[in-house]
C-alpha cells in the first residue's frame, strides 16, 4: 500500500465520519466517530510530510485533529456519553499532534480535559502513565501548572518493575534534566518501535507506512525537552528535522476540523 492510496482511503473515512456527526448517526452518539475524524486528519498530516514535505499542510491537519479532539472532550465533560476508548489518555494522539505542530495552547486544554484515571478495558496502565505524564510536564512547563510527578514515576516503576522501559527512562531523565540520559533513552525507544513496526502482525500497514514512518511522541517528547532548556539533537532516526516545528498560534476557527479544505494550504 503506498501513501497516496492511503491518503485517499483516509479522505473517504473523514468524509464518511463527518457525515455521520453531521446526522448524529451511530458512530457520532459513541463519540467513536470524532475519533475518525481525528486519527484522519492525524493520518493526512504525516501523508503530507512523508510524501511531499508540506510542512505547512501537516502543520493545519495536525492542527485540526487537536480541534475535533477538544470538540470531544468538551462533550464528554458536559456529560455526553462518549466511549471510553475515544477519550482515555493513552488514545489521545491528537495531544502529541497538538504539541508537535507548536500550538501548545491547543495541547493544554487537550491535556486538562484528559482523565486522570486509567481505563483498564480500554488502555494498558504504562501506557496511560506514559501520556498523562507528557500532558502533565507540559501543564507544568508552558502553563506552570504544579504536578506531582514523583507518585506518578513510582506508580510507573512499579508496573514496569524492573523491565526494559525504554519511554520510562525517556521521562525519568525528562523530569531530571538528564540530557544525556534522555539522549540514550530515546535511542532506545526509537530502536523498540523500530522492531515492533518491523512486525507486520502488530500494526496494520497504513500505520506502519505512516506512523512507522515518523516517530510523533518522540517530536513531543523533544519539544517537552526544549521547553525545560535541556539540549537535543537536530534531528533523530525516523525524526527529521523539518518535522521540528516552532511554537505559533494558528488563526484556524474551532470548527474548521468540519471543513477539510479550510485553512489548508494549496
Known amino acids: 500500500m503506498n501513501l497516496e492510496t492511503i491518503q485517499a482511503n483516509a479522505r473517504s473515512s473523514l468524509g464518511d465520519a463527518l457525515k455521520s456527526i453531521s446526522v448524529q448517526g451511530v458512530a457520532e452518539h459513541s463519540g467513536k466517530a470524532y475519533g475518525i475524524v481525528a486519527l484522519m ?5 504525516l501523508c503530507e510530510m512523508l510524501a511531499d514535505v508540506r510542512v505547512d499542510r501537516f502543520q493545519v491537519l495536525l492542527c485540526k485533529s487537536a480541534l475535533v479532539r477538544i470538540h470531544l472532550m468538551r462533550l464528554a465533560a458536559s456529560g455526553k456519553a462518549a466511549h471510553p476508548l475515544t477519550t482515555c489518555a493513552s488514545q489521545n494522539f491528537s495531544f502529541v499532534d497538538a504539541i508537535t ?21 480500554s488502555e494498558y496502565e504504562d501506557d496511560f502513565l506514559l501520556h498523562r505524564f507528557m500532558q502533565k ?10 504536578h506531582d510527578f514523583q507518585s506518578l514515576m513510582d506508580r510507573w516503576e ?10 520510562f ?10 540530557g544525556e540520559g534522555f ?16 512486525q507486520k502482525d502488530v500494526y496494520p500497514e ?3 507506512r505512516t506512523d512507522g514512518a515518523l516517530f510523533m511522541n518522540g517530536l513531543a517528547l523533544l519539544r517537552l525537552a526544549e521547553l525545560n532548556g535541556m539540549p537535543t539533537q537536530r534531528e533523530y532516526p525516523n525524526i527529521p ?9 494558528l488563526p484556524l476557527p474551532l470548527d474548521s476540523w468540519m471543513r477539510p479544505e479550510e485553512g489548508l494550504p494549496v
Do not use: M, N
Open 169 to 178: 527512562d525517556v521521562c525519568r531523565a525528562l523530569l531530571q534534566r538528564d
Open 206 to 208: 497504513d500505520a506502519r
Open 101 to 121: 505542530a507548536g500550538q501548545l495552547d491547543l495541547a493544554v486544554e487537550l491535556a486538562r480535559l484528559t482523565s486522570d484515571r486509567h481505563e483498564p478495558r
Open 158 to 167: 512499579r508496573i514496569v518493575e524492573g523491565e526494559h522501559a525504554p519511554y
Open 41 to 45: 486528519y492525524h493520518r493526512l498530516a
Open 137 to 146: 510536564r507540559l501543564l507544568h512547563l508552558h502553563a506552570g501548572e504544579d
Open 183 to 198: 539522549h540514550d533513552a530515546l535511542l532506545a525507544v526509537i530502536e523498540e518501535r523500530g522492531r515492533l513496526f518491523r
Open 241 to 249: 528535522h523539518f518535522a521540528r516545528l516552532p511554537v505559533s498560534k
